[in-house]
């Protein structure tokens, strides 16, 4: 293509009223205006209980037994619906759009229900659309299975996984996020109400924030942005704001220790006696059982921490029943701590910084909120608290590294 491409993410609150679909068509106007060519995708509209969310239409059959692969093809009508919606009202400004499912566009994923990841994108009919001067209106969230010809989901805001995909495979000059919120937010605003838009951030920040709790992108997209370099910006569909600019690892350096505090409700701590397993007094061997058993049932580990005979670890809520078996099956005693919630510190300034841990341990001292737990990476601490103190606890972080004045 002879002129730049520009991916535009709508979400569901974006295309769920005729004020956001006006605001859509503006955005698409401008980028018109100054001669690129724009590739919207589009997610479901609205949230849970409007009528074609994919919530409510999941809802339709929770009743029922169920199929995985029926959820898949009831979870995709969302989009379907959303982009005729979408592409019918362009049309109607006088904009030549034209509606595509995942599979139209050759948007290809593994055989995974609910949760597939893509493998390969066929751009040739994205390519002669825009040859020919329309606008494709994408359905975001699905694609088809290279194993079965099956339509297949990609996971709860999957459509921004989408975007950020066809941003690499049409060498995109931008892949452009808009929701209802005017970018990152160093915090969540409905706890912290000094939270403010971080105006640049880089790539594995706002990987560490999805992986850590914050819903303003998808994870495997972050993924996506880390790896490709591809220019990610997060805006707002109803206001003129800068947004949310994400650059790759080498062009920028924070210029404070932190960035954001996310947090992640409904989790579960065991902390397990390794010496309690007939038959075998060797811990790493046992830790190694444990591992073995929670991965062949799916259960995702987090905060895992091996303490001499014992090992910590923590896993979702909706996990510790599975957790709590796979243990017993082991021979193993252990202790169980629930209604917890993990508060973390993200920001590319602080490795190498001395004090950051003490200063958060002090943070929470002065609150008398108890840490049950640490982990840390180059960029992130995150601490375990109690669910009741989890808000009191990302408040006093995004106080203590004062997240609310503006870095240079």
Do not use: W
Not at 1 to 21: D, L, Q, Y
Not at 175 to 183: A, L, N, R, T
Not at 282 to 301: F, G, M, P, V
Request: proline residues 2%; contains cysteine.
């Amino acid at each position: 293509m002879t002129k730049p491409v520009v991916v535009m993410k709508f979400g569901g609150t974006s295309v769920a009223t005729e004020e956001g679909r006006f605001a859509l068509a503006q955005r698409i106007k401008k980028v018109q205006s100054e001669d690129k060519l724009p590739v919207v995708v589009v997610s479901a509209m609205g949230r849970k209980g409007m009528p074609y969310a994919t919530d409510t239409l999941l809802g339709l059959v929770q009743d029922f037994p169920q199929s995985e692969r029926e959820n898949d093809a009831l979870a995709s009508v969302g989009e379907i619906i959303s982009s005729i919606v979408v592409a019918g009202g362009l049309r109607a400004r006088g904009i030549d759009a034209l509606a595509l499912t995942g599979p139209d566009c050759g948007i290809y994923a593994t055989d995974t229900a609910q949760n597939a990841v893509i493998t390969e994108i066929h751009t040739h009919k994205i390519l002669g659309i825009l040859r020919d001067g329309g606008v494709p209106i994408v359905c975001g969230f699905q694609a088809i299975s290279q194993d079965s010809g099956a339509i297949v989901t990609l996971g709860r805001g999957g459509s921004d996984t989408t975007a950020c995909a066809l941003g690499v495979s049409l060498n995109a000059e931008a892949v452009e996020i808009y929701s209802d919120v005017d970018g990152v937010m160093t915090a969540d605003p409905r706890i912290v109400k000094d939270a403010r838009v971080v105006g640049t951030i880089r790539a594995d920040e706002l990987y560490q924030m999805a992986q850590m709790g914050s819903k303003i992108v998808h994870t495997p997209a972050a993924e996506l942005a880390l790896k490709s370099g591809v220019a990610l910006y997060v805006k707002n569909t109803y206001t003129e704001h800068e947004g949310t600019c994400v650059v790759d690892m080498a062009s920028y350096r924070p210029g404070a220790v932190a960035t954001a505090v996310v947090h992640t409700h409904d989790v579960s701590r065991f902390i397990v006696n390794l010496a309690t397993a007939e038959g075998c007094s060797n811990h790493l061997k046992n830790q190694t059982a444990i591992y073995n058993a929670l991965a062949e049932n799916c259960i995702s580990l987090d905060m895992f921490t091996p303490a001499d005979s014992k090992l910590l670890f923590t896993v979702a809520s909706s996990s510790t029943k599975r957790a709590e078996k796979c243990l017993a099956d082991l021979g193993f005693s252990y202790r169980l701590s629930t209604q917890l919630s993990k508060v973390t510190l993200i920001g590319a300034g602080m490795h190498g910084v001395v004090g950051v841990i003490a200063k958060i341990s002090t943070s929470l001292l002065s609150e008398n909120i108890d840490i049950y737990q640490v982990t840390d990476s180059n960029t992130t601490i995150s601490v375990l608290v109690a669910s009741v103190d989890c808000d009191r606890a990302v408040a006093a972080l995004h106080s203590t590294f004062n997240l609310g004045a503006t870095h240079a």
